[in-house]
């Protein structure tokens, strides 16, 4: 049986209720694309997750007996000649006016933030690179930074969303013209003004009678899109011979700062040029821990304290290898990375909550009052923090911390240190996955 073949018309694609496609050679493709910056080799930058130095025993090869005697030669050298896992122990001063801790040496900004993304700089976002955005704006190569490259990957997807949308507004204009309704030298606007095209007020185009639907085009972006397109994005300044001062430090939370005191001990923090041992370091962030603050800080902590409330979520996350964030920009108390901000977005986003549990906080009616006034919540809290994370694409982790009795003594003297290792064995850490319940994507 011979096969029937019918001719069809050269635009038959460009009917009105479906959608337009564009053509193989359109200008819009023609247009040169602009270099890519290229990506800094972050797998090379940041290797190490920490900033202490690692010395690991050589592989156990079963049918290698040569690797028992490597083994065997590495523990004895380590013993006769201990290897030291602190090359470097960093300098950071106590900012009372900032509540932060400054890290000011060049070389253990760039070791403390490759190295475990500790902390943030003073003058850019999170990575301190403000000498390297200074000197690109004064005409001096430097390395892109990560904001450049961020702003370079936008800019690059808005020229491309322009050219699309000039491009599909041609092919609207030319698909009204081989149906009659447009003029040669007409445009769409004129049919919109004439009402035989109508506009919703997301930009989608549609006919007189409102049933089918034209390509979703903004007409302001269309109109406006060879103009946009010729706009540069960057201005050329003069170069300068002059030294650029770095004016950048990196500031350190009080959660980070004892992290790399206590438990890494690759920071040494000084206060007034005095170098501060970790149960004084703990006490101090203690007394500046809420805003206003007291003078000094006496020898009775309380359990509650927010300052350690917030240590122990962070050293819970941090101890199992995750990277551990400020969340105030998604109004949360921190943010988890896999790996780090410059490799993933952030997968969770973690919300503190104290819970009171032990008999001791009970005891008394008034002391039992105080703590179901700092747990009760209600429900539009809640509800506006899920709805926050939602929108970023987070996962809301909502952390128990079960507040132990008080632990210090009553000597009443300044001076009784504190065992922060007891301390922080009294505390438990419960943590619960907040989701909104879809039945389209948990039917299971």
Not at 4 to 10: D, F, L, R
Not at 420 to 429: P, Q
């Amino acid at each position: 049986m011979a096969a029937t073949v019918q001719a069809q018309p050269q635009n038959a694609h460009l009917s009105m209720g479906e959608p337009i496609l564009q053509k193989q050679g359109n200008s819009a493709n023609d247009v040169p694309k602009k270099p890519r910056v290229k990506r800094p080799n972050y797998n090379q930058i940041h290797a190490k997750p920490l900033p202490v130095e690692i010395h690991p025993l050589p592989a156990f090869i079963p049918h290698n007996p040569i690797s028992i005697v490597r083994i065997a030669i590495t523990l004895l050298s380590h013993s006769l000649w201990p290897p030291s896992s602190h090359t470097v122990i960093h300098k950071a001063y106590f900012s009372p006016e900032t509540q932060s801790v400054h890290v000011t040496d060049p070389q253990s900004i760039r070791a403390l933030w490759e190295q475990g993304f500790w902390g943030s700089g003073s003058l850019s976002r999170s990575e301190p690179r403000w000498l390297d955005q200074e000197k690109r704006k004064r005409g001096i190569e430097v390395a892109a930074t990560s904001e450049e490259y961020t702003r370079a990957r936008r800019e690059e997807r808005r020229q491309f969303k322009l050219e699309r949308a000039k491009a599909q507004r041609e092919a609207i204009e030319q698909q009204l013209r081989d149906e009659g309704k447009l003029d040669a030298d007409a445009s769409v606007d004129q049919l919109i003004e004439d009402d035989i095209v109508t506009e919703s007020p997301k930009g989608t185009l549609y006919r007189a009678d409102g049933r089918d639907s034209l390509r979703h085009v903004t007409t302001a972006d269309c109109t406006s899109a060879l103009d946009e397109a010729k706009i540069s994005i960057s201005e050329d300044v003069p170069s300068l011979d002059t030294e650029i001062k770095d004016q950048e430090h990196l500031q350190l939370t009080f959660e980070e700062t004892f992290f790399l005191k206590y438990v890494l001990g690759a920071l040494d923090v000084l206060q007034q040029h005095t170098s501060l041992a970790s149960s004084e370091l703990l006490r101090l962030f203690c007394a500046h821990s809420e805003f206003p603050y007291p003078e000094a800080t006496g020898p009775r902590m309380a359990p509650d304290d927010p300052f350690l409330l917030k240590y122990i979520v962070f050293h819970h996350f941090r101890s199992l290898g995750w990277v551990v964030r400020p969340g105030i920009k998604f109004a949360c108390d921190y943010l988890l990375y896999l790996r780090g901000p410059v490799f993933h977005h952030a997968e969770f986003a973690v919300m503190i909550l104290p819970a009171y549990s032990d008999p001791y906080w009970i005891s008394t009616p008034e002391r039992a009052a105080a703590c179901q006034k700092k747990e009760q919540k209600d429900w539009w809290w809640l509800h506006r923090l899920n709805r926050v994370q939602s929108s970023v694409h987070k996962t809301l982790l909502l952390v128990y911390v079960e507040v132990p009795p008080p632990w210090y003594s009553d000597s009443g003297d300044e001076n009784t240190k504190v065992d922060i290792g007891d301390a922080l064995k009294r505390y438990k850490v419960r943590e619960f996955v907040w989701k909104r319940w879809s039945p389209n994507r948990n039917r299971d």
